[in-house]
């Protein structure tokens, strides 16, 4: 169920949408000191140009002052030591020092602005286009968590999905393999799947119809697919399941927000989403909206590292890996193991598959 949306408020009161809010980890994590710090800088940097300059109403002069407001930021901040400025090391999550990553992807959209490509961009301008020059600069975010931040692969854990029931019957023939839906971005490591995106192009204020089912029905689907997965990968154990979480970035054109999948009662999933931000076109509103966004990746960064780095075991999925390496069972029959199994688990339903239409119908490009 995705809390935000508003047919839940003719299904439950107030007090129990709330306690529906409550359960759980319900917050996004907090950026550590180093990187709050940082953008501090930039953020007085910017009150201090907009102080000087309230009565100024030439919408260029405003540009260039935080243009060059944020240059010398960042030229005072300087360069840090890759090596050391990047890799967290630490098992506590609030001292990770990622401050290589924030100055390079701030650096990035001020050269943009410098050369004005983002007005020469327009709307002129395609799905890869917006990750090749946007989005591909806060992947990066998740290469010191060895995550594989790959674009347009099919998804192993909605493969699963679609695929459930393939089998000998006697009487029918067997189903051919389906292709899984391949989502604009999946996070990967160890061959299990930890969050997804979808991008689209249209920079309209209403919504596509893209947009619409991308965000409400495949996004949410696809991490349902993936918490499932991850759940049989640790044979439903419901105290593992209620520790899971997964995101979902959903940006379009220069815009992003994020979403939080968990099951934190063991069998009703929870959707959650965040505010959105974007990438604005002018340089005047550069270090509310960017500041944000990279703020929104780090507290996803967090959430994945609390999945899949060291320490913390009983509360992570590091329990995945120990779980798995640790796995002890009697050797004999699928069925007689089963059976045995502790009582403790719980099995999630699956998504709900698409009707099959074999029609071809032109997709209108408004869509």
Known sequence: MCLDDSCWENVFSESELQEIINEGSRSFPSVSKNIQDILDRFQQAADLICENNKYETYDQKLNGLMLNAMVDELLEIGLFDIRIHFDSKDDVFDSEDEESWVISTINQPLSYYVN?????????????????????????????????????????????????????????????????????????????????????????????????????????????????????????????????????????????????IDCPRGYICRVMESDEYDIPAQARLFPAQVHSLIKLMLQAKVIIKQLTGPGIVSETMQSLTRYQMSKKGEVGLRRQSQKEKKASTIVLPSSLNFTSNNLKRKRKIQD
């Not at 979808?198 to 949410?220: A, F, M, Q, R």
């Open 116 to 260: 004005e490509l983002i007005a020469v961009m327009g709307n002129n301008i395609s799905e890869l286009d917006l990750v090749t020059k946007f989005w591909c600069y806060f992947d990066r975010c998740f290469d010191d968590l060895r995550i594989n931040t790959t674009r347009d692969r099919a998804c192993m854990a909605t493969a699963l999905r679609v695929n459930e029931g393939r089998k000998v019957t006697g009487t029918d023939e067997i189903d051919n393999k389906k292709k899984s839906i391949r989502p604009d971005l999946l996070l990967v490591k160890d061959d299990v799947e930890y969050g997804c995106s979808e991008v689209g192009k249209s920079d309209n204020v209403i919504p596509t119809k893209k947009e619409i089912i991308e965000t409400d029905l495949h996004c949410p689907k696809t991490m349902k697919d993936i918490l499932n997965r991850v759940a049989s990968l640790v044979d439903y154990d419901e105290e593992i399941i209620k520790k899971l979480r997964f995101v979902c970035f959903h940006q379009t054109n220069r815009r992003m927000k994020l979403s939080l």
